[in-house]
């Protein structure tokens, strides 16, 4: 599995090998820039391990074939393939791939772009594309493609799965980089182009990042992502001039903070020229922020994006702020709302370096929410989405949730901010708005494990991720697809196994937790597994006041927390009352009586029981699957797979039996079907 998706064994199509044969055994690269120099070099190892021929870099003599690739303005030879409308058509990062006679030219604007295509070519050929007619133009809908991780600097992982962190190891950078240097080309070859380093909860020896202390190696960082087209940010502790600079405060109106700023700025610019910038969770979770001095976050976010801007790095701002510190008898307060009531004030006072990284839903990445109001409702602000690669609520990389439809769904929503079609993909592209800034942010799924993510079919999320900041056109079956044949090849029944099994999962995975859209019923603090009541008497914000009558949250207008009124028409009417929410999110929107029927024409009760036995049934079913690709896949991926189906199956009994009681104690209500109930 360390290969991933970008493994290099010998292609086994006849056909195939033979038409790379003729253009590439040349491998034509002129320019100097580092990004070009490593799509020539993927190209050369790639085509090398697939053909068993190295390609040379000899130019070809009249007639011949040959792999050309370079920028318009670098390579006359490029640009001469193309019109002036051609290449215009290409932007930053974008790329155009081209059969000419002979040839194959991979063009780009800048030497990113030229990247993207080689890998884009290398994907072109390992799906099975022939490449006689090629002529394709890509540009990335998304002009941030972040990725973040939330390592910390002793090696451990908050909310990983997948074994330790692959940066850090007992206080230190680790000292060999070339697992960095794997990640890196797994995340350039689907597009990525920024990643934070570390976790937004910013500890006290992480705080020091920004000191001579760290920044060497974490230079040494970035110039392995710099040659993979990926820029390097840092998480930053809004405290820090208080706990690294010894000032008596950080309140960001006063002009000694600003001034530290300024100086560490300077300084991380030393080491790191193409720095990105900072990402900042403040007043968030027990995080410090400008609350506490009195100041909002435009005062926060403009002191760092100040400091910034003049050497064009940009300050990330998450909006993940609410009240944890929330008592659970009081019904009015909803944390859904909060970022909504906290950010919209502040709309048109960010600067233009600023973009604000808004989560997929109200909540915390949920199995199922609605989406985040705030998309449709900033219009003079940037943004990101940010999604959450990593399982956290999902299965932890122990159960199958291929995500990709979940984020299609958000993405494709319609806020209705500027009427019909004002999609959250175009809010966060930032052209709904025209808005400078925008893209997608997301917390990796990465550990030093084997397989990178753990679980094997784990790694078709970051994958899909980054295709879909690349393209959020893109169908979620025709992505796992592409995943699927570059990582198991092209049998088959490998290919429609796999692919079943990915777009099932994530609503398998709904099925058998929590249902319609409540949330939470997990074991607090390591979130996985079922616990009813887990967080329905703490602090957290996080409830689903189910008693003997009925259950869900009532953020109705009318009679609830109001939180309906956050969206626009016609959303907001139609979560306003039970009658025109769907299903999937009753009780999101709703507290009804157990005996409430559902558009599907179950009652919520028998629908809770229901789904939580067709959840059993379905996780045996995919174990089932997977079992008839015994052989047909690589013996240790397929053992790995096994057992972590068998404790899926397992643990959807548990989550079956741990709901289905607690509901049937609750509201005394039989299962029509007189199953097994404790
Ligand atoms: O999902 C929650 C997690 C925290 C995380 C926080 C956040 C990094 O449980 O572990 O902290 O969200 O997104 O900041």
Redesign the pocket.
Known sequence: GYDAWLGRRALTDKDQVSSLTDWASRIIAEESDECIRTAAYELTETITAWTGRRPDNAVPADGGGCLRIGTFQGCSEVASAFSEVEMSAVQADGFRLRRAGQSIIIAGSTGRGVLYGAFALLRLIKTGERLNELDELSNPANGLRLINE?DNVDGSI??GYAGRSIFYAEGEVVPDLSRVRDYARLLASVGINGIVVN???VHREETLFLSERYLPRIADMANVFRAYGIRLYLSINFAAPIEMGGLATADPLEEAVRTWWKDRVKEVYKWIPDFGGFLV?AD??FRPGPFTYGRDHADGANMLAEALAPYGGIVVW?C?VYNCKQDWRDRKTDRARAAYDHFTPLDGRFRDNVVLQV?NGPM??QVREPVSPLFGAMPHTNMLIEF?VTQ?YTGQQRHLCYLVPQWKEALDFDTHARGEGSTIKKVADGSLFGRPLGGFAAVSNVGDDANWTGHPLAQANLYGYGRLAWNPELAADRIAEEWIKQTFGDHDRVIKTLLAMLMSSWSLYESYTSPLGVGWMVKPNH?YGPDVDGYEYSMWGTYHFADCYGIGVDRSVRTGTGYASQYHRPHSERFESAETTPDELLLFFHHVPYTHRLHSGKTVIQHIYDSHFEGVKGSEALAEQWEGLKGLIDHDIFEQGRSRLQEQIEHAKEWRDVINTYFWRKSGIADEHGRTIY
């Open positions: 939330w908050e909310r976790n937004v909860n969770k968030s979770e998450r993940f989560k915390d990445f959450q956290e979130h």
